[in-house]
């Protein structure tokens, strides 16, 4: 399996709005629905994006059929003058719109509830749909959505705000989808990597890879670099996994799958005794607290100065990058102090921008994560009888 390979069935996705192309609005249905076809072995083709222009949204709907055998389209679906979706899918199939009475009657009924008693007669387009669709409820708001065959490719027609588009995606389009034999990668994993360059590891993992039918692929998520492969081989999908995991071991915190961020706050979350991790932060400008710091995790944390406290962390460093200095690198130190004892933990860490207290963050966090496994907070009864 290599990048040549033509995969069939492939899923194009099609955001509409002015919002989105003129740079008002984020794009995050395409970007959320692909994450999710993805990850259930579905391939994704292309990602357009459309203005509320009725002939624009037609020719990048016919665009995308000629290579593609499902199309996902979101978003123009209100009644408003500038939501022209249906009107430009009827167009590009051929296929006259359709009032759907049923439909209609549920948006005068939610509209009702709002207190409209008589629904404006524009949403009545928002009961429009291609002949031969099947009816996609929307649970959170007035538009509905639908599927639609044609020429034995099936398109999808969903709303635009997240809320509604993501919900249906889920609960309609795909089991649709799968139903309909569009999973074509079996196996797949990712890890994510700490420390560790593109260029310093791919070169290594590239070859651990080639004498296999997967496929690999790489994603920076600064200070993390996701490294992925995917095959439909079973036997070669295993074996890779086994030669990766040994190569990337010394890059790989916890199972490689979570942020040494998300760890620490899920072993904050776990803890259900007055604990306080007091930490004095002079280094990452208030980034680690941001970070760490939610409603699940605040009562165990105290961002503070006073060091009389224990446990107590100490956090200094990143002169160099508070200071603009020209120089690559620059350090870290971490001064534990608990159950009497204190550990003191310097590193160099690469100078990269802004980006060096993100790096610092996951660094830091990893280290509050080991220092808690030593107090052993797992055993509520040690840890409380060694603090009395």
Known sequence: MSRETTLTNKIALLATGDEICNGDILNSNSQEIALRLFKHGMPVGYHMASSDAITEIEQAITFLLVSHNALIITGGLGPTSDDLTRYALSNAINKPLMFDENVWQEIVARLKRFGYDTPPLSNRQQALFPEGALIIPNPNGTAAGCSVEYNNKIIFMLPGPPSECLSMFDQVTLPSLKKAGFIQVKYHKNWLLFGVSEGQIAEVLDALAKPYQCMTGY????????????????????????????????????????????????????????????????????????????????????????????????????????????????????????????????????????????????????????LLEKMELKNTDNYLNQNQ
Request: aromatic letters at 12%.
């Open 219 to 370: 994603r920076l998520c600064y200070p993390y670099l996701e490294f992925k492969i995917h095959s439909n081989h079973k036997n070669d999908f295993e074996k890779l996994v086994i030669e990766v995991e040994k190569a990337i071991q010394l890059y790989m915190l916890y199972d490689g799958q979570n942020t040494a961020s998300h760890v620490l706050q899920t072993t904050l979350e776990k803890i259900h005794f007055d604990f306080k991790l007091v930490i004095s932060d002079f280094a990452t400008g208030g980034l680690l607290e941001s970070v760490i710091k939610t409603p699940k995790t605040a009562t165990h944390l105290d961002f503070v100065c006073d060091k009389n406290k224990s446990p107590h962390i100490t956090i200094h460093g990143l002169d160099e990058f508070w200071q603009h200095s020209e120089l690559t690198q620059t350090k870290l130190t971490i001064q534990f102090d608990f159950q009497n004892q204190k550990d003191t933990l310097t590193t160099v860490i690469p100078l990269r921008g802004y980006r060096v207290k993100q790096y610092a963050v996951e660094l830091i966090c990893w280290k509050l994560c080991e």
